[in-house]
């Protein structure tokens, strides 16, 4: 959405002020009399801008374009600071749930297929009020269903601008500023980690599976670099290493990569989730007695559904041992390396060759914002460059090692970095720890809530490690039942009833699953600033209402 513009520009002195509505894209709080010529040849009708009359290619770069051009920015503004102010209202919904089927089908004139011929700029605005009205506001503090949560405001800004810009990271020719600022970023990232300040390199990428996939492709390379030129013929028959709670992008990227699944090994985690060391080395040996390679060890510093974190230093020494590569997925949890009360729980990340982190999660930056950090520099370079040369010129006036492109599998590579620098200069990263702390502190907060609850029973014991609680809600039938297949059979039912439930009202949304032998449980993850305590309350009110007549 390419709006940063209109911050910029001052309405023009005739037009009156807008507010917003459901009814209408904007009205006039003076009305001015219906459909009315300016100067400038745009009609109105009571005070506001006819844009029925206007099409795409009456806006920039068409001649005169640029009264038009403002105005349907000012107005499209207008649309999204309701739809913030709106979202981050206790008392608004989070969804107008809809089955696909009725979008599909059209509802009050919002129509998804596409025309032959253009729409007029009326149509387009409200088209785009009605994509907001009928999303999903994960701004809401009661948004507690993804890791991804809220709404930055300068995070916002900073993607406005981005999409304004509209450039490429490939060279530097074409985007020096954003090339410098993920240079700046990512060395601050390495600092966190604890790396060497000589060492250290990386790119932004597009989410964390990608970020996971450059990983096992640099980890391959670096004991494989044969694999490059002549393939996976070239090479033994490889093996992987994740923890069974760890994220499933680690076997879609041996997929992808043609290691194969199969030959990633998932291996066994405690009570907590965390991946037992003894049943690492024992699965290494395991592998080479079967006659795979291993290559490569992936451990998780937060991991999706319990929020565990693996013992890094642990998992550090087997690696050592045996010649693997360390790579630490911390997607979820990397945010806590900027807290110096939590960042203790990833003693170790250190060691690790590569590191995934996300910003985009903790850190509130707005979708999407992941990093792949590598340890050793020229590695990114060395495993991805094919130098085409209508793009990274050996000849240029300017110093090449800043053409970041060859680092990277993709050739277009969109701006992350600007928003992350942005709230980075905003917030400073004691505004970034403070935000953190917050989240985990609502975390604990519902723990404790709910050891108190007789309605309620923790997955297992023991406070949250990160912003991940998870626990069943029991209903007095199932209270009364005893332990056993048909009290699991009953329990099993209960969040997938009471979600369809919360969807339908639409006051909050919180996720459930099943995982291993336990049967669906509730997930509440924090990592919405906006959240307080006042919403956690409201959870524990809502679950047992909506979960009534279970």
């Not at 449980?521 to 919403?535: L, W, Y």
Request: aromatic share 8%.
């Amino acid at each position: 959405m390419a709006i940063a513009v209109m911050i910029m520009l001052s309405p023009r002195e005739d037009v009156m002020e807008f507010t917003q509505t459901d009814e209408h894209v904007g009205k006039s709080k003076q009305g001015r009399g219906s459909l009315q010529n300016t100067d400038e040849g745009l009609k109105y009708d009571n005070g506001r801008v006819d844009f029925s009359c206007i099409h795409s290619k009456d806006l920039l770069p068409a001649e005169d374009g640029e009264e038009a051009t403002q105005q349907f920015l000012q107005e499209l503004v207008k649309i999204v600071l309701a739809y913030i102010s709106k979202s981050l209202k206790r008392s608004s919904k989070i969804l107008d749930f809809h089955h696909p089927h009725q979008l599909k089908d059209g509802l009050e004139g919002f129509n998804l297929e596409l025309p032959d011929h253009p729409d007029n700029l009326e149509q387009l605005l409200v088209d785009c009020r009605d994509t907001l009205k009928y999303g999903v506001k994960t701004a809401h503090p009661r948004f507690f269903n993804q890791l991804s949560t809220g709404l930055d405001i300068i995070g916002l800004a900073g993607e406005w601008l981005t999409s304004t810009a509209n450039t490429n990271m490939f060279t530097y020719e074409i985007a020096p500023v954003f090339i410098l600022m993920e240079e700046v970023v990512l060395k601050k990232m390495h600092k966190i980690i604890g790396w060497p300040e000589k060492d250290g390199d990386g790119i932004f990428c597009p989410g964390g599976t990608t970020s996971n996939l450059y990983s096992v492709l640099l980890a391959r390379f670096h004991h494989f670099p044969a694999v490059k030129t002549h393939g996976m013929h070239a090479i033994p028959r490889l093996a992987m290493f994740t923890s069974a709670h760890s994220h499933y992008s680690i076997k879609k990227s041996a997929a992808t990569l043609g290691i194969g699944s199969e030959n990633v090994i998932d291996v066994k985690c405690d009570e907590r989730g965390k991946m037992i060391p003894s049943e690492l080395n024992s699965s290494i040996e395991a592998a080479k007695s079967k006659g795979l390679v291993p290559f490569y060890v992936s451990a998780t510093a937060g991991t999706t559904v319990y929020g565990a974190f693996d013992p890094l230093n642990e998992i550090a020494d087997i690696c050592k041992k045996h010649g693997l590569w360390m790579h630490v997925d911390a997607a979820w949890g990397g945010g806590l390396l900027l807290s110096s009360k939590h960042r203790l729980k990833m003693q170790g990340i250190e060691r690790a060759d590569s590191v995934t982190w996300n910003p985009h999660k903790m850190m509130g930056v707005p979708l999407q914002c992941s990093a792949i950090l590598v340890k050793k520099k020229g590695l990114l370079q060395e495993c991805n460059q094919l130098c085409a040369e209508y793009l990274f010129q050996p000849d240029k006036q300017y110093d090449m090692s800043y053409d970041t492109g060859d680092k990277s599998i993709q050739c277009g590579r969109h701006v992350d970095i600007f928003k992350l620098w942005l709230m980075w200069k905003a917030k400073g990263s004691e505004g970034f720890e403070a935000q953190v702390n917050h989240c985990l502190e609502n975390a604990e907060y519902l723990y404790y809530k709910l050891k108190r609850r007789a309605d309620f029973q923790l997955v297992f014991k023991g406070k949250p490690e990160h912003s991940n609680v998870c626990f069943w809600y029991l209903p007095k039938r199932v209270q009364r039942m005893p332990l056993g297949p048909e009290r699991d059979k009953e329990l099993h039912m209960v969040a997938p009833k009471i979600k369809a439930k919360m969807m339908e009202e639409g006051l909050i949304m919180i996720g459930y699953q099943p995982l291993g032998d336990k049967v669906n449980f509730f997930r509440c993850v924090f990592s919405n600033p906006a959240t307080r305590r006042e919403d956690v309350d409201f959870l524990l009110e809502e679950i047992p209402r909506l979960g009534s007549e279970l």
